[in-house]
């Protein structure tokens, strides 16, 4: 089965405001399809954080990063992140890469378009 930054999305998008995440999972998931979006868009590198927090319209702060940095660092976070990067794989089929070029542009639009609404 491969995971889609899409399916991150739906799970992100559905939490309420100023909540981070407690999904473990989703927060691997995200990290490992923003990297790859990372090597092909050179306007999204550095801006994980960013675009995670602005999914969740919170407002990327140093604790709120703090917080993320934390999370990372961490045992579960870095068996999730394992057994979402088998999930994977390594398909480079031209279908699959047009698939992660429009989640990567759809995830770079939505957190442009969250960037104002974010509460400070």
């Not at 990372?38 to 319209?57: S, V």
């Not at 979402?84 to 047009?98: H, L, R, V």
Request: proline share 3%; aromatic share 6%.
């Amino acid at each position: 089965m491969r995971i889609s930054i899409t399916l991150a999305l739906l799970g992100l998008m559905a939490s309420s405001a100023q909540a981070l995440p407690s999904d473990i999972k989703v927060l691997a998931q995200f990290d490992l399809g923003y990297a790859k979006c990372e090597t092909r868009f050179a306007h999204m590198r550095g801006k994980r954080d960013e675009a995670y927090l602005a999914l969740w319209k919170v407002k990327p702060d140093a604790k709120k990063r703090a917080e993320l940095a934390s999370v990372r660092k961490g045992a579960k976070y870095q068996q999730e992140r394992q057994l979402a990067q088998k999930a994977m794989g390594n398909d480079t089929s031209p279908e699959m890469e047009e698939k992660l070029n429009r989640q990567c542009q759809a995830t770079w639009a939505e957190t442009q378009a969250n960037r104002p609404q974010l509460k400070r």
